[in-house]
């Protein structure tokens, strides 16, 4: 049993944390707007939640907007409000993640929000998956210090994809001495779970595990739509590269 | 002068706080997430905005999460958390919508929030656009009372499209003797906004007035992606159907 | 009765011809991929639609693939190859449209492959939404001559939007004494079909008419997907901008 | 050299067929709207395709609409046409795939498809990736015949994710002393195609190897949109369901 997997669910509901729990996961990390992929939940969400699971463990998302992760002094303020409530209703942790415009981790500010959140755990989130070097981010972020956990998908739109740099920064981590826990996350599925553990010897790993319900609603309007739209642009065409293919015809036979 | 439209600006950033400002906006509705609709911003945004435009009129969406508006009793209990933090903050007013399965308005909820709002401003948003019937609908909000204004597209996807509700809703509210504000919004543009005010005659008008920017960042991971994705599935096929057509034909022809 | 509007459907399969036919469409547009916009059928499409409708009026999309309306010479080439088999196979007519990099009506290459299409019907399709001034194009496309029909939703996202400039349109039309018909299309719904036809005063109107059928398959794996997927990028943000508030403002208040 | 994995691209334009063939694939998959997971081409497409790459071993997708792999007689009626034309203009082969609504081959279309084809090449395409049971489709597959190739992610959204089926898939053919060639192909990038290659030691691999180019339009009218647009449904919504959790908690210890 203590080499059982531990399973972090996201969620951005109470009805999905309360599954979650039930489900068996040992931590949440609770978002609002998981479809943008997690942001900073509303304090009221935070405070029910908090009500209902008072000594479950449970990480905040602090990421104040959707988009990429290069933050304005006024975005930073806003974190730093955030982790403010966080902190006054007693969850476990924080999770962020910020970068430099030229895909490096930004040190400084990591450093300064990793100590701002003292004493909650601080999770460096999926950001990582969009620096310039991963070797570098690591050093970076190991350097830094005051990180519990990394959540990576290594730099793929998924962990079977990054599977293979996962490997390294793992190894990165241990060879650095470091208790940074490598947490892989993204694309996670039933069928490729037991894989991705057995393959990467973890102990934690992160997960939505969320289905998709109707809505009780019995009347619909259906000819309204309350927020944005993805439309394909005329003004966007997709062709074949020949760099493109030859690149594919040498990575093939290295 | 005093016979200028107001605009209020819908918004999820200070960013876009400031440029509403700057643009002559009379009126913020806060929000986040207004790719999904507008969900409840984050207390930390709410502080920020406040702080930046301490005197300026701004409504905070309260909206827990995106999808339908049937929501649970813990969901109210959520949206009474994000009223609490609106109010502590002296915010201007709150935005919100309550339906019955049915698509009525959950006319006590909606009648509880209100009071439990007071003495905020209180907007009834675009629900009342997946409503059954918006006369019933309408009635329904007038006899609730306290509601300072109405929030809608006329049950169509756009204020150009729902015209011609949007002037009956008007006229009801008028025969009424209310004082209840109905502001159209949803699709409104630089080109038909002013035969929208001129044909509706109104003194508010809501729009979100976005330009879509690209990212500072310099570097870029195209391959990883953080949020959901829509897609067109498999198991969804799109035929003509002779029904619709013969109904084409006859609205055509009233 | 000889006054009814008549109905133009966009089709992308057999089964909704045989619908629209049934429903009381006067005229058919055949397409492949309509969630593209419609592109060129298969020959495989076209046959059995003229096999099953040998004597229905029937124009057929010419259009290579999906994106801008700015075409090389191979595609040029592709269009002509398409036509071909149109001719060959008896159909009615042709739908096609071709800019300018500039936004301008390619007025040659449209001469060109009206001659080309010779004896067939042929419409202009919605590329016209696309041109810069439609002043300019509806004067491009008059003295080109040879237009039957003009699908248009007057440069904006549907009819309704754009029904001002349609009615600039069809009153250019008048003016010249062309015999071109300008048929609206883009955004027709039940609800608005009569307001348009009673505004525009028209004889013909374009729709689709579709609704989303459940997917025979009993069996699903929702894991896979064929196609592409639209995702919100990491690289895009949306801000309000002042001056897009500003030009509300003042074409709000002409 | 001759161990050299060969790489067959899809495409839907004659400039991608262009830059497939510089860029070193050894065939190439011709169809319309990739985006869709790619349809049956026009007839002018497979025309100037033939017309400018007149010796290169060219496959045409038979796949009359998107959507499921069920399909009516008339949609086999129409395969059929389009087949009549691959066969005409004298492509190299065909790729199809036909299912039942229980997840099962359409054994008996599948038959009739192949010898209606002759002597065209036959590949099955990714409509196994959506049977319910792999190792029955295979056996179904490798015992109606005359099948040259089966192209697939292991039914799952891509070779990674799918790659412990394949193997599997792979060992089936070779078992049964079938000439079948089993072809990877879905969400191959130029990350893991090595890894792919090395893990199935095969000869043959699929993929696109699009980029996103620019329009060459210098206007452009952003306001307007040719085709469809995913939304998000206000219907719908997410959560975590305990019983995913628990099955990703006993797949992850296994």
Redesign the interface.
């Known amino acids: 049993m203590s080499n ?2 531990g ?1 972090e ?1 996201c ?7 309360l ?2 729990v ?4 040992i931590r949440l990390e609770l978002c ?14 935070m ?2 939640v908090k009500q ?1 699971l008072p000594d479950f463990q449970i990480n905040v998302m602090i990421r ?5 992760f ?1 933050y ?1 002094d ?2 930073i ?6 982790i ?2 966080a902190k006054s209703l007693n969850f476990n942790g924080v999770v962020f993640g910020v ?1 430099n ?3 490096t981790i930004n040190k400084e500010t990591t450093k300064m929000l990793i100590e701002y959140s003292n004493p909650l755990s601080v999770t460096f989130h ?1 950001a990582i ?4 070097d991963y070797k570098e981010a690591m050093n970076d972020l190991i350097s830094v210090g005051g990180i519990d956990r990394v959540l990576t ?1 290594g ?4 962990v ?2 990054g599977i ?1 740099t996962i490997i390294e920064m793992i190894k990165m981590v241990n060879n650095a001495g470091s208790k940074m826990i490598i947490m892989p996350g993204g ?9 991705i ?1 057995k393959t990467l010897n973890i102990k934690e ?1 992160h ?43 040498s ?4």
């Open positions: 059982q997997v399973i669910v969620v951005d509901s109470l009805q999905s944390c599954e979650a039930k489900g068996g996961a609002s707007a998981l479809f943008l992929g997690g942001l900073t939940p509303s304090y009221g969400l405070k029910i209902k104040p907007r959707d988009g990429d290069l304005s006024e975005e303020e806003i974190m730093k409000h955030e403010d409530i970068l415009a030229n895909g999926r998956d969009m620096c310039r998908s730099l793929e739109s998924s079977m994809e293979d694309g996670v599925t039933e069928r490729n779970i037991n894989k553990v790993i997960l939505s595990g969320r289905i998709k319900l109707d809505s009780s609603m019995q009347f619909r309007n259906t000819r309204v739509f309350m927020g944005g739209e993805l439309r394909q642009s005329e003004y966007q065409l997709a062709y074949v590269d020949q760099n493109k293919i030859k690149s594919f015809q990575a093939a036979n290295q």
